[in-house]
């Protein structure tokens, strides 16, 4: 119940002399609420001592962090007082007396807890001031590295919470994600503590020198650092320690000095500080300031509870997991696979997908279904048009052997419709021999018949030629403009001698205007056919007199044309009307079926009907029409 | 050659009915053409001797319709049937209602006019056989009623007896009509007599009575 906790906590804040009259005021409904405070201690009283002030990494980030972790852990309360020697920054040693007379006005009459000495300015302060400060209360020496520690006095009642920052590991790291490097910018300030580390760090990096050589841009007026930064040769890299202050003392808090390097300089930043993350480093093995505040806290509750100082020897916190900005991946254009294995990226641009989750998620489904249904229709009209190429090659050898199958059967008729030209070709030319012998010889007539037998060779080569092309395979459809008046025509040319030969009287009604289409004339053709050779199947039965075909043309209003073909034979059953154009319906027994099937496919494959019905005075008629082309008047 | 015998030629081919023609005129004959068998019905004089090249294969009246209804009416006109399809059925029906021949177009000159000639030839048999048969109507028809009896009953094969007894006469008698009948017929003896009988179907006509 964290929130019944803060309750009593605010309340334990209050002055215990103020606790007396509150009890009066408020009542016993309070009772044991302000029992149990007035069971509790007083605050725990900590002061930080800082070296350079709040506002410098990693000091800044470490009060705060040490402050929440402390507030969180700890059963009692605390109450934190904060003070800075500010006077650490400058290399020539001031009067500490105000700071201490502050401090020592501040605690009057108030017990310290415990004194936490933020980096080795304040350890030295404390070191050298131990005996006016409180010198019962303990002394944690926080965000200080190793090495100051050990060049450092020890600090009476004090312990140690160290960090170590490997700087090989840094510039490691800097090789490894950027193998190309030849130069190491080193970036520092110049105050005491941060020239004492430039010189440790040139002192460390010494072996690296045979790789690649370093730039120390330290000790360096602001501007002439920034300038120098943004200057670097190719291949150059940043290694930022720390800028607390320039060479002319002007101090550079919350890293500002990092942010205006970031925007000047040519070549990546690195660091060893993961408050820097986020402000333009590359990242690597960093220092967790998360970590060591939470173990800083963590031995501060234990000194507040009383444990030996001697017992609290932490293990130094060096650098942690490493850890890098992915934006600065992307500006140097270093790939994730350079990065250590166990590396974690942060500040992925939080992408399009998180800033835009749900639009983005309905148009990708709406995308995903229009494109499904595009895909979809594109599949489908493929099949279509393969099912159409197939269906349209299947009725093309089907048209074909049904025609085949009509010329065949027709052909008997049509050899003798031949022998009329061959037989009129012959006598001909026999009576021009005749006439030629003859003295003298009768030329006129001789012209006439070489005239007629002329006629009669083209008639034979017509029907050839017209039985030819029924027999011909048509690979694809020869769609053409024609007069549908010829079709018939030809129609009833090789119809004619069939006709004869049943005895069946067939006539055409020829239309007196020409009737244009567009499909492939033997297409139709073969439509009649089928529908004639039907009809005059259809009247064997019939008396002889009664065997009569008659074909009609009529244009109706719709531009299209009308064909009829009515028989006078034994009709179809009304139930039937529809099945007869059905593939494989017939009622003959040579019949294939297909005739009428093929037929009605041919119609409508060029946009027509076709459909049969009874005529009144018996026999049937088939009737299908035909899209008229519209002609542009000559 | 046999001068101006008249050829009707039945086609419903006009170019085709134009070459015979052409042919036939150049070989010498008269021609005669029609379009289908009702116009040969209604026009040809069928007078003349000759005979009818056909078309088997007619819209309307076709080949074999009009030769039955020309054998109805007892034509002497042969017919040679011309047809551009061997179909068997159609030519046995046609020889065997007493067609000439039976040709397919294209036909050669040769087969044609030697198919004319013969049926020219067999229109001059009927002819002359019918002319005869006119001569023995007629000298029959000469015999009186009593002389035709007795002849009648002579080619049946009665005896003199018989006859008298079935006329209810005398043997005599009889023997003179019979003697006047045989003398007006030109004939001398029983058998030449029967002959006669016999062409003019007499015969069958006796034997149906004798039988009745």
């Known amino acids: ?634 | 050659m046999q001068a101006a015998a008249l050829i009707h030629v039945v086609d419903d081919d006009m170019s085709f009915r134009l070459a015979v023609a052409r042919l036939l005129r150049a070989a010498g004959y008269e021609v005669a053409l029609y379009e289908s068998g009702h116009h040969f019905l209604q026009r040809s004089s069928r007078t003349a001797a000759g005979c009818i090249v056909l078309d088997l294969n007619m819209s309307g009246l076709d080949g074999l319709e009009l030769q039955r209804q020309l054998n109805e009416v007892g034509s002497l006109l042969p017919i040679i049937f011309l047809t551009g399809r061997g179909d068997i059925p159609a030519s046995v029906t046609a020889i065997k209602s007493g067609a000439e021949d039976f040709l397919t177009k294209p036909v050669a000159k040769e087969a044609l006019l030697a198919a004319i000639e013969r049926a020219l030839a067999r229109y001059r048999e009927r002819q002359g056989r019918r002319e005869a048969l006119h001569s023995l109507r007629a000298r029959v028809s000469t015999l009186t009623p009593r002389e035709r009896e007795v002849f009648s009953l002579v080619v049946h094969g009665k005896l003199n007896k018989q006859i008298a007894f079935a006329l209810g006469t005398s043997e005599r008698t009889v023997k003179a009509h019979r003697h006047a009948a045989m003398e007006k017929l030109g004939v001398s003896s029983v058998a030449a007599a029967a002959s006669i009988a016999e062409r003019l179907g007499m015969l069958a006509d006796g034997e149906r009575r004798d039988d009745g």
């Open chain 1, 1 to 634: 119940m964290p929130g019944a906790r803060r309750h009593p906590e605010a309340l334990c804040r209050l002055p215990p002399r103020g606790e007396a009259a509150l009890i009066l005021a408020i009542g016993v409904l309070f009772l044991h609420v302000l029992l149990s405070c007035a069971a509790a201690a007083e605050p725990k009283r900590i002061l930080l001592l800082h070296s350079f002030g709040r506002e410098f990494a990693p000091f800044s980030d470490f009060s705060g962090r040490f402050r929440e972790e402390l507030v969180g852990q700890s059963r009692e309360p605390v109450d934190l007082y904060e003070a800075s020697v500010e006077m650490a920054r400058f290399a020539t040693s001031q009067d500490e007396e105000p700071l201490l007379g502050y401090l020592g006005a501040l605690f009057a009459g108030r017990q310290l807890d415990l004194i936490v000495a933020v980096g080795g300015p304040a350890a030295g302060f404390v070191q050298r001031n131990r005996q006016r400060l409180s010198p019962s209360t303990p002394v944690l020496i926080a965000a200080t590295e190793q090495r100051v520690i050990d060049t450092a006095p020890a600090i009476a009642l004090g312990a140690t919470l160290p960090v170590t920052v490997d700087a090989n590991a840094l510039i490691g790291n800097i090789l490894r994600v950027l193998p190309e490097t030849t130069t190491i910018a080193v970036i520092n300030g110049s105050s005491p503590l941060e020239k004492y580390w430039a010189s440790e760090m040139q002192r460390v990096l010494e072996p690296y020198e045979g790789g690649v050589h370093f730039t120390w841009l330290v000790d360096l007026p602001f501007d002439e650092m920034l300038e120098r930064a943004a200057a670097l040769p190719p291949h150059s890299a940043i290694l930022y320690l720390q800028y607390w202050m320039d060479k002319s003392g002007v101090p550079h808090e919350q890293d500002r000095a990092l942010d205006e390097l970031h925007a000047r300089a040519t070549a990546p930043i690195f660091s060893y500080l993961d408050a820097y993350l986020g402000r333009g480093i590359v990242g690597g093995p960093l220092l967790s300031m998360q970590v060591y505040s939470r173990r800083a806290a963590q031995a501060a509750i234990r000194v507040l509870a009383g444990e030996s100082l001697i017992d609290i020897r932490p293990t130094p916190t060096g650098l942690g997991l490493p850890i890098f900005d992915w934006r600065e991946l992307q500006r140097w254009s270093i790939s994730e696979a350079r990065l250590p294995p166990g590396s974690i990226v942060a500040f992925r641009e939080p992408g399009a997908w998180v800033r835009y989750r749900w639009p983005i998620v309905a148009v990708s489904v709406a995308l995903l279904v229009q494109g499904a249904v595009i895909a979809w229709l594109i599949f489908e009209r493929h099949r279509r048009q393969r099912a159409e190429l197939e269906s349209r090659k299947r009725l093309l050898q089907a048209a074909h052997l049904n025609r085949s199958a009509a010329a065949g059967a027709l052909s008997a008729s049509v050899a003798h419709e031949l022998n009329q030209p061959l037989g009129a070709i012959l006598s001909n030319a026999e009576a021009a021999e005749m006439l030629l012998d003859a003295d003298p010889p009768d030329l006129a007539q001789v012209k006439e018949i070489l005239s007629d037998i002329r006629q009669a060779d083209q008639r034979a080569g017509e029907i050839i030629q017209h039985m030819r092309e029924l027999l011909k395979r048509r690979g694809e459809i020869d769609a053409k403009l024609f007069d549908l008046n010829d079709t018939i025509a030809d129609a009833m040319r090789i119809l004619s001698p069939e006709a004869k030969k049943r005895g069946v009287v067939l006539d055409a009604e020829e239309s007196r205007t020409p009737l244009p289409v567009r499909a492939d004339h033997i297409h139709l053709e073969q439509v009649i056919l089928n529908l004639a050779a039907n009809g005059m199947d259809a009247m064997a039965g019939v008396e002889p007199q009664e065997r009569k075909m008659t074909i009609k043309t009529a244009v109706n209003g719709k531009a299209e044309v009308e064909v009829s073909i009515a028989d006078r034979g034994s009709g179809i059953p009304k139930d039937k009307l529809e099945a007869v154009f059905d593939s494989f319906y017939t009622t003959k027994q040579q019949g294939t079926g297909l005739g009428l099937s093929i037929a009605r496919t041919i119609v409508e494959a060029y946009g027509g009907r076709i459909w049969a019905e009874n005529r009144a005075g018996g026999g049937a008629v088939f009737r299908f029409t035909m899209p008229l082309t519209k002609v542009q008047p000559a």
